[in-house]
RNA sequence: GUCUCCAUCGUCUAGAGGCCUAGGACACCGGGUUCUCAUCCCGGCAACAUGGGUUCGAAUCCCAUUGGAGAUGCCA
């Protein structure tokens, strides 16, 4: 068998769904497992939807995710170009050879479906240029009438064919109709300029959604008319978002962030959302979760996809970014996590180093930061009903006790640092034989205002420093003494 | 409506006739560690859609039912 050769086909719509990511992912793997080549090709063969710069998002996509690709656009393979826009004329030609060999019809009624009513099926069947004569039609073409041409479909016969996933599928068919292959504006439909494409550029592997499953038929169709050989097909099951109601559906924006982009910009490291993904449809068949690119290309098989649909859940995604966040590097969780902490130009930003060590095991997405941290910047308002805590036996009456003299030693202190305010704290307690817990809560609560906290006294104080400290202090017990 | 596909814990999945009193992960609930929280550790809850076959034996094979999804565009 000839070298693999997969290939990824979106169209530039201006974003990168993450169901298309893992087509795209997929594709990817199965090249690399097989020691093949990956090919990018562009589909914008539909112009009213053309989206500018959207090829560059498919680019920084791809390189975001670290699928590589062998030939595209930017990378000529010999198969070019990979841009179906500046295919134009191939098509027509193709399309044309189709009609002389009675395999499609040229169409001039653009309304066949429209006036066909309601049984759909007998649409088609009901265009009367499918039965038009050959020359009375190629003179209209001539005589320049707008025209598309479609597909003439064998109605009498059975198709079957073998997808490398979900197995033996046959189809009658007289289920299909004679889909437009070129569009009046010159265009080929994806579904033909995808099987012209695939062939001229070798692709071995077709991987797609499931979506299509139905319409391969129509492809292998097209395939045999030119007397092609037809792919290997890699349907892949669909991914599923569940909405309000809690009903499922194709993953679609009104299920939340879908596009690569958004969660990228949500906090979603890319290795996470890739890691995500390739488990979403797809198992190694071992218990292991978390793999790189390069350990996914070396587990992946076809064999491990998965045919029923799968439905995408934020809640793993979360806590498979926290992984990743876990196993950042200590300077690397700050870099990444710094444009979403919110404080630059402002006091805090010299102090980051120390607040992103807070941060960095009680971060699962970027974006909630902000609202981490927020009483750094300014002490929310709270009740004294704060310096309640159970467990450590802290209550506003002895906070209002303790306080004045915890400030004063705090107040002592010569180099502000967190372990220096935390033994201060500790030696306070153990004197009076209490528990430590009863002091770090209280002074907890004055210097930040919050139940819950990154870090501890020392460690807030620290970042806070000696002045404003000891000035919420101040204010603390002019709340408890009202 | 018609066609196609799918069907194991709430979710992602392991399971390709006996290894299954069905395993792992997320979520959830307990407990431990800890200066709050989190991390970390330990434990728990929770599924083979239903009905028929086939077989000594079925989550695994077959059929039906039910449920779900997709397709049915001059979108991809």
Known sequence: ?????????????????????????????????????????????????????????????????????????????????????????????????????????????????????????????????????????????AAGCPHVIRQRIDRSKVSTFTDAVFGEIQIENKVLDD????????????????????????????????????????????????????????????IMGRDAEGNVSKLSKRHGSVSFENLVSEGYLPEAIVNYIALLGWSPKSDREIFTLDELAQAFRISGLNKSPAVFDYDKLRWMN?????????????????????????????????????????????SEIPEKISFLLTQPEYQVELFNHKKSKSDPENTRADLPELRELLAGISEWKAENISEVLSSFAAVREIKAGRPMWQVRIAVSGCAVTPGGPGEIMEILGKEESLARIDRALIKLNA
Not at 81 to 93: A, V
Request: proline share 5%; hydrophobic share 35%.
């Open 1 to 141: 068998m000839s070298e693999v050769r997969t290939r990824f086909a979106p169209s530039p719509t201006g974003f990168m769904h993450v169901g298309n990511l893992r087509t795209a992912l997929y594709a990817w793997l199965l090249a690399r497992s097989e020691g093949g080549k990956f090919i990018l090709r562009i589909e914008d063969t539909d112009q009213a939807r053309y989206v500018e710069n959207a090829v560059e998002v498919i680019y920084a996509t791809l390189k975001s995710a670290g699928l590589s690709h062998d030939e595209g656009p930017d990378k000529d393979g010999g198969y070019g170009p990979y841009i179906q826009s500046e295919r134009k004329t191939l098509y027509r030609e193709y399309a044309e050879k189709l009609v002389a060999s009675g395999h499609a019809y040229y169409c001039f009624c653009g309304k066949c479906e429209e006036e066909s009513g309601d049984d759909i099926h007998e649409a088609s069947e009901l265009c009367p240029c499918a039965g038009m004569d050959a020359a009375a039609a190629a003179e209209k073409v």
């Open 179 to 238: 889909q437009i292959l070129l569009k009046q504006d010159n265009m080929p439909t994806y579904n033909f300029a995808n099987v012209i494409d695939d062939h001229l550029m070798h692709i071995t592997h077709v991987v797609r959604g499931s979506e299509y499953l139905s319409s391969t038929p129509k492809y292998n169709l097209l395939y045999q008319a030119f007397g092609w050989e037809v792919p290997t097909y890699v349907h892949l099951p669909l």
């Open 322 to 366: 926290s992984e990743y966040i876990k196993a950042l590097p200590p300077e690397k969780f700050a870099e990444a996590a710094l444009p979403f902490a919110g404080i630059t130009g402002t006091v805090l930003e010299e102090k980051w180093e120390l607040i992103a060590g807070l941060l960095h095991n009680r971060t699962e997405v970027f």
